[in-house]
């Protein structure tokens, strides 16, 4: 049973997009063990009744009605996933004009995450589908480009042994303003950051494919950050 004050689905969602914006994640009541974090929901519940001693930060944040229209549009659309409970469960709790602290108002604090991460994988959807329909190999075997790129994805791989000697690799992709897609393996200690905008040299190994989508490989690359 709800508990306390009762909050319309909008408050809740917008004073938690608010707090996972300055603190740069969501973090589950299930895992305080983690970092020591306290809960996002406990933190919603503190800023909602202007008990949080950062209320002032979290009320700075731009743009909390928008995304918390668009996460509250995201869970009305859940009523179409029969077979999805958490989508369904979203879906009622959103249509209810005000919620108390519980398990419903937990629920729309983590709505939030799922949102993001739902945006986050549809982009890299279209990402992919945009790259198979436009990507083209680039550059000639052993020529020297330069190219400004954004990281699309950092996958560390499985290190080469060198005699006792083990070199950890990541695979950096990245994709220039025409959806070409381009490979790094790369043995740097520091490398760019996923979302990265970045100017880039390095040598055409080889081209190739992977998952219908045309890839120019390079190696021995330089990079250095842009805008």
């Not at 209320?55 to 995201?74: S, Y």
């Not at 070409?180 to 055409?204: D, E, F, N």
Request: hydrophobic share 35%; proline share 5%; charged share 20%.
């Amino acid at each position: 049973m709800p508990t306390g004050p009762l909050y319309s689905p909008f408050a809740i969602v917008r004073a938690t997009v608010a707090v996972i914006t300055v603190r740069g994640k969501f973090q589950p009541v299930k895992r305080l063990w983690d970092t020591g974090q306290a809960p996002t929901a406990t933190e919603v519940t503190e800023y909602l009744n202007r008990r949080h001693p950062e209320a002032k930060r979290f009320d700075a944040v731009t743009g909390t009605d928008a995304t918390a229209t668009a996460v509250l549009t995201w869970c009305n659309e859940g009523s179409a996933y029969d077979n999805d409970v958490y989508r369904t469960a979203l879906a009622h709790v959103a249509k209810a004009p005000h919620v108390g602290r519980g398990q419903a108002f937990n629920l729309l604090v983590s709505a939030v995450n799922a949102w993001q991460r739902d945006q986050a994988r549809q982009g890299r959807k279209t990402a992919m589908e945009r790259a198979r329909a436009h990507s083209r190999p680039q550059g000639n075997k052993d020529e020297r480009i330069t190219r400004t790129l954004t990281v699309e994805a950092i996958t560390p791989v499985e290190g080469r042994t060198y005699g006792y000697q083990v070199q950890a690799r990541t695979m950096v992709r990245l994709v220039d303003a025409n959806s070409h897609v381009y490979i790094w393996a790369a043995t740097a200690a520091t490398l760019p950051t996923l979302g990265q905008r970045v100017w880039l040299r390095g040598t055409v190994k080889r081209h190739g494919k992977r998952l219908g989508i045309v890839q120019t490989e390079l190696t021995r690359c330089t990079w250095k950050p842009t805008t």
